[in-house]
């Protein structure tokens, strides 16, 4: 009997309390920092190390490459089976030059599971579209911006010390 009291005692508690439901599709929660999402891949930075497939404990990695006149190492294809890949990290965290991110994305739902592997080209544009692509990309247009408004502040300080001199000279002439 006194179980069912305290489960009441809970039940009653919560009704009280604010509720913190979202209306999923439309309004999306904040997930923390370091959630694991969907992989973004930066290919301009894959040096083909093959770390990644190594250290994969599903194997659902797959890279190749081939070297340039210059003898550097550059990405061929790079696949991903997401129907295996459980997503835990460990090939972003063996990514020495961090080619490959995880993003806040995790809709993966298809009527195929042909349509769970996915290519160097979907993960560029995963990238993109929400990766951190946009969050370096804002970077650079607010230090655009910031280093405007430095210089049309330098040019105004600029201008007042010259009338400032300008005003002394008049005044020392007199």
């Known amino acids: 009997m006194f179980g069912f009291l305290k489960g009441l005692s809970v039940t009653?508690?919560?009704m009280t309390k604010?509720?913190?439901t979202l209306q999923y599709p439309e309004v999306k929660p904040e997930w923390p920092e370091r959630f694991r999402g969907i992989h973004q891949f930066i290919p301009e930075h894959c040096i083909v190390c093959n770390q990644c497939a190594r250290i994969c404990p599903t194997s659902c990695i797959s890279l190749s490459g081939n070297r340039d006149e210059n003898k550097k190492m550059h990405?061929?294809?790079y696949d991903i089976n997401f129907e295996i890949c459980i997503l835990c990290d460990l090939c972003?965290?063996?990514c020495p030059t961090e080619a490959i991110l995880m993003t806040d994305q995790f809709e993966l739902a298809t009527y195929s599971r042909d349509e769970l592997y996915k290519d160097i080209h979907w993960l560029y544009e995963n990238h993109v579209k929400h990766g951190n692509y946009q969050q370096l990309q804002a970077a650079k247009v607010q230090a655009a911006k910031e280093a405007e408004e430095k210089a049309k502040a330098a040019e105004t300080e600029k201008a007042t010390v010259e009338a400032s001199t300008?005003?002394?000279d008049k005044g020392g002439d007199a």
Do not use: M
Request: charged share 25%; aromatic share 6%.
């Open 12 to 14: 009653f508690g919560q």
């Open 18 to 20: 604010k509720k913190l």
């Open 75 to 77: 990405i061929d294809t």
């Open 92 to 94: 972003t965290e063996v």
């Open 166 to 168: 300008a005003g002394s």
